[in-house]
Nanobody
Framework: VQLQASGGGLVQAGGSLRLSCAFS????????LGWFRQAPGKKREFVAA????????GYADSVKGRFTTSRDNAKRTVHLQMNNLNLEDTAVYYC??????????????????WGQGTLVTVSS
């Protein structure tokens, strides 16, 4: 399984970005997907996750109401729509995949595969 994240960049506070993660390898529909981020000097933290069917999602409290994750199983892609960005959202964002469980997973160590990360920088 390979994951390729894209869509990061520089955006002003209050702006929006849409991250995408392309999945290749196994059966996309049997993997739960998640987004994590790591800011400079901080640990990698959970941001959002979506179940393998797409019917269930979960979000960190810090992004609820601003971020939305979705998946397109036909295109084998997961997205993270980020609105009303603030300075604290600056980080490298990673997508991850977990095999075989039809649930939302928020725990980093439970994910099996990771993408390379895409940098999001929010400026004032």
């Amino acid at each position: 399984v390979q994951l390729q994240a894209s869509g990061g960049g520089l955006v002003q506070a209050g702006g929006s970005l849409r991250l995408s993660c392309a999945f290749s390898g196994r059966i996309f529909g049997s993997y739960g997907l998640g987004w994590f981020r790591q800011a400079p000097g901080k640990k990698r933290e959970f941001v959002a996750a979506i179940s393998w069917s797409g019917s269930n999602t979960g979000y960190a409290d810090s992004v609820k109401g601003r971020f939305t994750t979705s998946r397109d199983n036909a295109k084998r892609t997961v997205h993270l729509q980020m609105n009303n960005l603030n300075l604290e959202d600056t980080a490298v964002y990673y997508c991850a995949a977990r095999a075989g469980r039809p649930i939302v997973t928020t725990t980093r160590r439970l994910y099996d595969y990771w993408g390379q990360g895409t940098l999001v920088t929010v400026s004032s």
